[in-house]
Nanobody, 118 residues
Framework: QVQLVESGGGLVQAGDSLRLSCAASGLSFSSYRMGWFRQAPENERELVAQITWGGETTYYADSVKGRFTISRDNAKNTMYLQMNSLKIEDTAVYYC???????????WGQGTQVTVSS
């Protein structure tokens, strides 16, 4: 079955960096659009960044543009999110997700907690 496993979250101070990873199995990874979402307490889940199948096109939420970088290694079935200059408001559970062509995100990881302190 499809599994998406996030790792790399943790507790950091404002201004620090973290790199999240999402290891995928059970799917043809290079055929899927991949995305990072996050959800803070009492907030709705929001799309942070996404990347197309070959990595040619990326999208970033305005709140993270210029600070976060999404990438993927199709040979390793893994997606990454490099997060620099972290802010307190980046604190959330971060989820990776996968979507097939012309479909919404249908597979989700279990999430990894990112906590940014002052």
């Amino acid at each position: 079955q499809v599994q998406l496993v996030e790792s790399g979250g943790g507790l950091v101070q404002a201004g620090d960096s973290l790199r999240l990873s999402c290891a995928a199995s059970g799917l043809s990874f290079s055929s899927y659009r991949m995305g990072w979402f996050r959800q803070a307490p009492e907030n709705e889940r929001e799309l942070v960044a996404q990347i197309t199948w070959g990595g040619e096109t990326t999208y970033y939420a305005d709140s993270v543009k210029g600070r976060f970088t999404i990438s993927r290694d199709n040979a390793k079935n893994t997606m990454y999110l490099q997060m620099n200059s972290l802010k307190i408001e980046d604190t959330a559970v971060y989820y990776c997700a996968a979507a097939r062509v012309a479909r919404g995100y249908e597979y989700w990881g279990q999430g990894t907690q990112v906590t940014v302190s002052s």
